[in-house]
């Protein structure tokens, strides 16, 4: 799931666009932030790869290479601006994801999402795998999270907010789910609209 800065978006309004110029120093880190987040989304499965549709197979097996694997993932999540990155977004048909949840980095391999209550809030969201494309989507506000970390140590968690919705966003990655299955008929349209000459392009 992608970063959601659009609340940030309207803090400055034209006249205050350049109040503080960047240091030589900041500007250079922001280049490069910029060029490790193109090398990351460069490796992340794009709308119309056939992977992002198929659904994923249970973990069998804990192993080191599936420690190596979320490890690379939690970098990558991080160098591409996202708080969460399921495993069939790089390509691998295995039920697990990595998310940043109330700021710390976790692996949930097999998990069951139960939504707790009947609370649902509509936001808009963001996807590693759909460029800039913002779409809103109902969820569950507060959900239950079974699952095992990248040992095989079971993981039991209560979410709520923005933190359910990240878990919410990658499970559904695991099962060929995306935001524009989810949202309203209008959004739906016009992402479309803006992704189907992309398809052409690639």
């Known amino acids: 799931m992608a970063h959601d800065h659009?609340?940030?978006d309207h803090d400055h309004d034209e006249g205050h666009e350049h109040e503080h110029e960047l240091t030589d120093a900041e500007a250079r880190a922001?280049?490069?932030?910029?060029v490790r987040r193109d090398v990351a989304l460069a490796q992340i499965r794009q709308y119309g790869d056939p992977v992002l549709r198929m659904r994923a197979a249970e973990v069998e097996t804990?192993?080191?290479e599936l420690a190596r694997v979320t490890e690379r993932m939690k970098l990558l999540m991080h160098d591409a601006d996202g708080v969460g990155?399921?495993?069939?977004?790089?390509?691998?048909l295995r039920r697990f994801f990595v998310a940043t949840l109330d700021g710390e980095?976790?692996?949930?391999v097999n998990p069951v999402v139960t939504p707790v209550g009947s609370d649902v809030e509509v936001e808009q969201e963001g996807c590693l795998s759909l460029g800039p494309i913002r779409l809103p989507v109902e969820r569950a506000a507060r959900v239950r999270v079974e699952a095992r970390d990248e040992t095989g140590e079971p993981v039991s968690l209560e979410l709520e907010g923005a933190d359910a919705r990240v878990v919410q966003h990658e499970l559904d990655h695991l099962?060929?789910?995306l935001?524009?299955?989810?949202?309203?008929?209008?959004a739906r349209r016009e992402a479309l609209g803006q992704l189907r000459p992309r398809l052409v392009l690639a």
């Open 6 to 8: 659009h609340d940030h």
């Open 30 to 34: 922001e280049a490069e932030r910029l």
């Open 62 to 64: 804990f192993d080191d």
């Open 85 to 92: 990155l399921a495993a069939t977004q790089v390509g691998i």
């Open 105 to 108: 980095d976790r692996v949930l």
């Open 175 to 177: 099962d060929g789910t």
């Open 179 to 186: 935001i524009i299955d989810r949202t309203d008929p209008d």
